[in-house]
């Protein structure tokens, strides 16, 4: 669901008015043109009347819980969406198209002059900050100089902005400290291709962040694409740290200075990063998880294990790795 803190909400469109200008491969039965659509949803959890998008055989399983009304899809996985009497949009760049459409019902809310917001009677707003309307900063916080807090997002009880912070289209809880220069609810990166050029994907999803929340300087903190980017209570993120569009950190994990964590990653609670360490995109990290510093994670990694290198393996199995090299090294001298 959008959330009207953060977003201007428009529709239902007709399915018809959605694709007018799209270069569909088959073209629609008359029958369907008339559907309405409420909503752009996450093909896992998308409900009736929304539309999705199915790009990827390998996500066969989030489809079977799909019930969305429409579907943007190829020609060779058109018959997986028939299956689920979901009308299928038949086009060579889905995700693209889908981008495009879902524009249309969402526009985040920006900055404006005056702004009403709600702020407790204990909390410290520095005079150079900027706060947008229907914001909320609980008892005893503190926004410092020349930091903006967007529309509708919640400050909660003696957290901390220093200065130059950017918080939008998210929810922060108590007792956290975000440094200074760190940007929270910001796009994410993403992009596709279609008969009209490049086109972004647009973010119309949140951040939720837990309490006692620490994030370094210059860390980013991306809203989801269609749903949230959350960060357990008790996370200690250091400073030039990326976390992706749609990633899940759990409570307890501590997260050391470059590392890149990419989209749709779920880390699980107490795991350890290790300096500049990068996540490729969609794995799931167990809780318990230690990764040392430099290693590139290609893998799901099980609970309580100890990885490290590129590609990062079992700690065991890179140490025999280095040990063996270092033979053949000798042996060649």
Same mark, same amino acid.
């Given at each position: 669901?959008?959330?009207?803190?953060?977003? @201007?909400?428009?529709?239902?469109? !007709?399915?018809?008015?959605?694709?007018?200008?799209?270069?569909?491969?088959? #073209?629609?039965?008359?029958?369907? &043109?008339?559907?309405?659509?409420?909503?752009?949803?996450?093909?896992?959890?998308?409900?009736?009347? #929304?539309?999705? *998008? *199915?790009?990827?055989?390998?996500?066969?399983?989030?489809?079977?819980?799909? @019930?969305?009304?429409?579907?943007?899809?190829? #020609?060779?996985?058109?018959?997986?969406?028939?299956e689920r009497e979901i009308i299928p949009i038949i086009s060579k760049a889905?995700?693209? %198209? $889908?981008?495009?459409?879902?524009?249309?019902?969402?526009?985040?809310?920006?900055?404006?002059?005056?702004?009403?917001?709600?702020?407790?009677?204990?909390?410290?707003?520095?005079?150079?900050?900027?706060?947008?309307? /229907?914001?909320?900063?609980?008892?005893?916080?503190?926004?410092?100089?020349?930091?903006?807090?967007?529309?509708?997002?919640?400050?909660?009880?003696?957290?901390?902005?220093?200065? %130059?912070?950017?918080? =939008?289209?998210a929810s922060i809880g108590s007792d956290c400290r975000v440094k200074a220069?760190? =940007?929270?609810?910001?796009?994410?990166?993403?992009?596709?291709?279609?008969?009209?050029?490049?086109?972004?994907?647009p973010h119309i999803g949140r951040v939720i962040i837990g309490d006692r929340?620490?994030?370094?300087? #210059?860390?980013?903190? /991306?809203?989801? $694409?269609?749903?949230?980017?959350?960060?357990?209570?008790?996370?200690?993120?250091?400073?030039?740290? =990326?976390?992706?569009?749609?990633? !899940?950190? +759990?409570?307890?994990?501590?997260?050391?200075?470059?590392?890149?964590?990419?989209?749709?990653?779920?880390?699980?609670?107490?795991?350890?990063?290790?300096?500049?360490?990068?996540?490729?995109? %969609?794995?799931?990290?167990?809780?318990?998880?230690?990764?040392?510093?430099?290693?590139?994670?290609?893998? /799901?990694?099980? /609970? +309580?294990?100890?990885?490290?290198?590129?590609?990062?393996?079992?700690?065991?199995?890179?140490?025999?790795?280095?040990?063996?090299?270092?033979? &053949?090294?000798?042996?060649?001298?």
């Open positions: 669901m959008i959330d009207s803190r953060f977003y @201007e909400i428009a529709g239902p469109f !007709s399915l018809g008015e959605l694709i007018s200008g799209l270069e569909i491969e088959k #073209q629609l039965d008359e029958a369907f &043109l008339g559907t309405l659509i409420s909503a752009p949803g996450r093909l896992a959890t998308a409900q009736a009347s #929304q539309i999705t *998008f *199915f790009t990827n055989k390998r996500r066969k399983a989030d489809l079977t819980a799909c @019930e969305a009304a429409a579907c943007f899809t190829t #020609q060779n996985l058109a018959s997986h969406v028939l889905p995700r693209a %198209h $889908f981008a495009r459409i879902v524009s249309r019902f969402a526009t985040k809310k920006e900055l404006g002059g005056e702004a009403s917001f709600k702020k407790s009677s204990s909390a410290r707003i520095h005079e150079t900050a900027v706060i947008g309307a /229907d914001a909320e900063v609980g008892d005893n916080a503190y926004i410092g100089p020349y930091s903006i807090v967007g529309p509708g997002v919640t400050i909660g009880a003696r957290t901390i902005l220093e200065g %130059h912070s950017y918080i =939008q289209c220069g760190a =940007q929270i609810g910001g796009d994410g990166f993403g992009m596709d291709a279609d008969e009209k050029g490049f086109v972004n994907l929340v620490y994030i370094g300087s #210059q860390s980013c903190v /991306d809203r989801g $694409f269609l749903g949230d980017t959350s960060v357990g209570d008790d996370v200690k993120i250091d400073n030039l740290v =990326q976390v992706a569009h749609n990633c !899940s950190i +759990g409570s307890g994990t501590m997260i050391a200075g470059h590392v890149g964590i990419s989209g749709s990653c779920i880390i699980g609670k107490n795991v350890r990063l290790g300096g500049a360490v990068g996540l490729a995109d %969609h794995l799931t990290i167990g809780d318990n998880v230690q990764i040392a510093a430099s290693s590139g994670v290609m893998n /799901d990694i099980p /609970d +309580g294990e100890y990885w490290g290198g590129t590609p990062a393996t079992p700690a065991l199995e890179q140490a025999r790795i280095l040990a063996a090299t270092r033979r &053949l090294i000798k042996k060649k001298k």
